[in-house]
């Protein structure tokens, strides 16, 4: 199974922009990439996912590298109700299963 | 909310007892997934249906584990003769029919204890 790799914690200022990376080298050319948050003691929630190109919602912006060997989640201006842990995961194309991560702990100081 | 539940919430039994978890997907969405996490950790992939028909099953859902869903609408999750290491938040999702690519919607989870 295809694995990501993201770093255990990030720590960012409140209202500035956060980029969380992702690895995903073993990534097969037709997996997506899905992005999740979780707050503690909840279920995660979608944050937004993307195949090739770069995509764009209200709540972040998914940078593709070429290669399809990394991406980032880039939050254009963080604040306290974003402190979450992040999980970058793949959508296999064989049986639609998410592969989880550890993910990334966000931590928002105002 | 997601518009996917799961009751109960929270569920605190004792070694050896069975438990049995309810999760009610959003109505059109045909796949349902279940997933286990233990503290610290990302969810776990515990089995999956389309409709009512479960086609895939982790090696990590032992035979005390079971889970249904008659009728393709809601799913349980059985555990019998549960153990102090089946502690965990159990946790359902569903996605739309037609999209595989979809995103998976969650509910909240019921976290169980085992004492």
């Known amino acids: 199974d295809a694995k990501t790799t993201q770093p255990n914690s990030m720590e960012s200022n409140e209202e500035e922009p956060v980029h969380l990376p992702c690895n995903h080298s073993?990534?097969?050319?037709?997996?997506?990439i899905h992005w999740y948050r979780q707050l503690p003691s909840q279920g995660p929630e979608y944050v937004i996912h993307?195949?090739?190109?770069?995509v764009n919602n209200r709540m972040a912006s998914l940078a593709i590298a070429e290669d399809r060997k990394s991406s980032t989640l880039i939050l254009h201006r963080a604040t306290l109700r974003d402190a979450a842990v992040y999980y970058c995961?793949?959508?296999?194309?064989?049986?639609?299963?998410?592969?989880w991560g550890a993910g990334t702990k966000l931590i928002i100081k105002p | 909310d997601t518009g996917v539940s799961q009751d109960p919430r929270h569920k605190i039994t004792k070694r050896g007892q069975n438990v049995t978890f309810r999760c009610d997907p959003i109505?059109?969405?045909?796949?349902l997934y279940w997933y286990r996490q233990t503290l610290g950790q990302g969810p776990e992939f515990l089995t999956y249906f389309q409709n009512e028909a479960q086609l895939e099953k982790s090696r990590l859902l032992s035979d005390r584990f079971s889970a249904e869903r008659p009728k393709g609408s809601f799913s349980t999750l059985e555990i019998q003769r549960t153990e102090q290491g089946d502690s965990a938040m159990y946790l359902c999702?569903?996605?739309?029919?037609?999209?595989?690519?979809?995103?998976?919607?969650f509910g909240q989870g019921t976290r169980l204890t085992v004492v």
């Open positions: 073993t990534i097969s050319g037709t997996d997506y």
């Open positions: 993307g195949l090739t190109s770069n």
């Open positions: 995961i793949l959508l296999q194309d064989s049986n639609y299963q998410l592969i």
């Open positions: 109505s059109e969405h045909n796949r």
């Open positions: 999702a569903s996605r739309t029919p037609g999209q595989p690519y979809s995103r998976a919607f």
